[in-house]
């Protein structure tokens, strides 16, 4: 199986950090946030993830002498092909790839189940089935949901804050908004917290629409909540439509529409903390990125000495040099055993190693700094002090 080239697995790992760390914030964040400054400041920390997914890509601020931690490279002869991390690597990636193919059908496979549930076409709303609740459907342009019953079971004020509420998601771009973050979700299938902030996501949406009614009809949330108890909550929506009345907690929901909304200081004091956060966690994205590397993984193979045992520490260093090509075989007559070879270098202003500094066995000095001179580097790296370890086995 052919696997995807280290660059893009590369990018695809440090936007999946920054992204991480963007919801570790708003889970923390977010309750808090709500009771000091209401659902609309609470939904916009949401802004969080998808900013420090995209500051993880931004390019490294290059902190000069930066000492980053060594590289472990381990070299065996007659290495069994079975034992490469090539096949352990594209055996995750077919993992990896069928769990995305996995959450894409599924996803899909719930939109045209609700869709066929729908009827009406041309632009009048879309007409559910008796009992449902209203809602939203589409992306580009979205369509209002109605439920047959609709004018009998609703009266004519609670009519108005339902199409109030659908008009906020429409705004707002709440569809857009959670099919990104399901698109996001499909590729780090494998991490939990995607999953919360699918959900969570949905919920503060709501939340932050309720809200934003109340403040349109002050006075109103008493019957407003009784309202939502009409609904049961609708289920199997798809990521790209929103219901007045979803399964998320309805207690919580009902008690916040009687909170009187924030004051301008409040809004104003939450817009500076967000914006704080924000500058702060693009320094942490970018520490982060800069200060533990990884070992690398060579890009050329040699005809008597093969890799093996690559530490954790690869994705980082092979972000700071990705060209890093093996010595080249055959080794030095007379070597045999182990051999640990350790090299200081800095990074040139035009991406090579420069100021080579090799400890080890005189037989193995000129080859390692030959090959470390050949190193491509990141320029925005220049100046920054690596530290590597080559450890040899020979027969």
């Known amino acids: 199986m052919t696997t995807l080239p280290d660059t893009w697995i590369d990018t695809l790992w440090r936007a999946h950090t920054g992204l991480t760390l963007g919801l570790l914030a708003v889970l923390v964040l977010r309750r808090p946030w709500r009771r000091r400054a209401g659902p609309q400041a609470a939904y916009a920390l949401w802004l969080l993830p998808p900013w420090l997914a995209l500051a993880a890509l931004w390019p490294s601020t290059g ?91 609703f009266a004519a004020d609670e009519r108005r804050w339902i199409l109030a509420h659908e008009a906020t998601h429409a705004r707002r771009l709440d569809n857009s908004a959670r099919m990104l973050a399901t698109l996001l979700t499909g590729l780090a299938w494998f991490n939990p917290l995607m999953w919360w902030g699918l959900a969570a996501l949905r919920q503060d949406q709501e939340l932050a629409c309720d ?70 966690g693009f320094g942490a994205v970018q520490a982060l990125n800069t200060g533990t590397p ?54 040139g202003r035009g991406g090579h190693a420069d100021a080579v500094q090799v400890q080890g066995d005189p037989r193995l000095v000129d080859i390692i700094r030959k090959t470390v001179q050949a190193y491509v580097c990141k320029t925005e790296l220049a100046d920054a002090e690596l530290e590597q370890q080559f450890l040899f086995k020979f027969d």
Not at 80 to 87: D, I, L, M, N, R
Not at 111 to 140: F, K, N, T
Request: proline fraction near 10%; glycine fraction near 8%; aromatic fraction near 6%.
């Open 211 to 280: 809200a934003a009614v109340m403040q349109r009809y002050p006075g109103s949330w008493r019957r407003y909540g009784l309202a939502l108890l009409k609904l049961d909550g609708a289920t199997g929506l798809p990521p790209t439509a929103s219901a007045w009345q979803a399964r998320h907690p309805l207690k919580e929901r009902i008690m916040l529409l009687k909170n009187a909304a924030p004051s301008v200081r409040a809004r104003q004091a939450a817009h500076a903390a967000l914006a704080l956060s924000a500058v702060l």
């Open 63 to 153: 902190l000069p002498h930066l000492t980053l931690p060594a590289v472990h490279i381990s070299t065996l002869t007659a290495l069994p092909s079975a034992a490469t991390p090539e096949g352990a690597q594209a055996g995750a990636q077919a993992l990896w790839l069928a769990g995305l193919i996995a959450v894409a059908w599924a996803q899909t496979a719930r939109h045209h189940r609700y869709r066929r549930q729908l009827q009406g076409r041309g632009l009048g709303p879309w007409r559910a089935p008796a009992g449902d609740s209203p809602g939203l459907l589409g992306v580009w342009r979205p369509r209002l949901v109605l439920p047959a019953d609709f004018r009998q079971r």
């Open 294 to 347: 990884e070992a690398a993984k060579p890009t050329a193979h040699r005809s008597r000495s093969e890799l093996s045992d690559v530490t954790a520490q690869r994705a980082k260093v092979s972000e700071a040099c990705p060209d890093m090509p093996l010595p080249p075989g055959p080794p030095p007559e007379g070597l045999k055993g182990d051999y640990l070879v350790d090299v200081k270098f800095k990074i």
